[in-house]
C-alpha cells in the first residue's frame, strides 16, 4: 500500500497522524464489560485480530512507546478491551481526547476454559456491533499464516454490522520480501466482494517499523471520513 498522494484529505491525513502519534500515549481503562465502557465522545479505532496476531506489538509500534501495551507470547492474554489515548487529557466532558485506540481480546485461542471464551468472544462482537463512536476495525492477519476460517468469520460480521474494518497483515519481517506482495494479492482478492472491507491491505512489522507510517495516515484518515 503507498499512501503517497497530492488529494488534500490525504495530506491533511498525514499532517494529522503527525500531530496524534508525536506526542505520549497512555492506557486510561480496560473493559471486561460493556457497562464499563468510556462515555461515547471521540472517535474510536479498534484492532481485532486472532490470539498472538500481534496487536500489542502493533499498538506499541504504533504510538511510540514500547510496553504501553502489554506483550506476550501466551495466547489469550488479553482479556479485555483495553483503551489507550494521548497524554494530557482529563476525561472531562470538555476535555476529551481527539482519538482513542481499542486493543480488542483475540478470538481463536482455544485453550482457554469455554465459558472464558465465550465471554471474551461476547464483549467484542458486542462492542463491534454496537459502539457508535467506532469509526473503523484494522484487522490484523498473521503474515505467516493467511486469511483463516475464523478470521471470515468476523468479516461476516462486521459486513453484517456495516462496519468498516480494513486488513493489516502483521509479522511480515516474517515470511520472505518476495511472498509479501503476494500475499497482498491474495488478501485482497480474499475480501474484494465484501461490502465492508476497505479495498486496500496494508503490511506492517512491528519490529522493523515496517509499514507503520501508512497504518498512522490510514487511521488519520479514517478518523476524519
Known sequence: MTLLSADPAMQAAKELSATLFTRPWVFIRGVPALKFLPPEGPP???????????????INALVGVNGLARTSNTPGRTQELNYFVPEGYSGAEDDLPPMALVDMPGYGYAKAPKEQVDLWTKLVFDYLRGRSTLKRVYLLIDSRHGVKKNDEGVMDLLDKA????QVVLTKTDKIKAAGVPRLMSETLATIKRRPAAFP????????KGEGIADLRVAIALAITL
Open 200 to 207: 486496500e491491505v496494508i503490511a506492517t512489522s512491528s519490529e
Open 162 to 165: 456495516a462496519m468498516s474494518y
Open 44 to 58: 474510536e479505532i479498534a484492532f481485532a485480530g486472532r490470539s498472538n496476531v500481534g496487536k500489542s506489538s502493533l
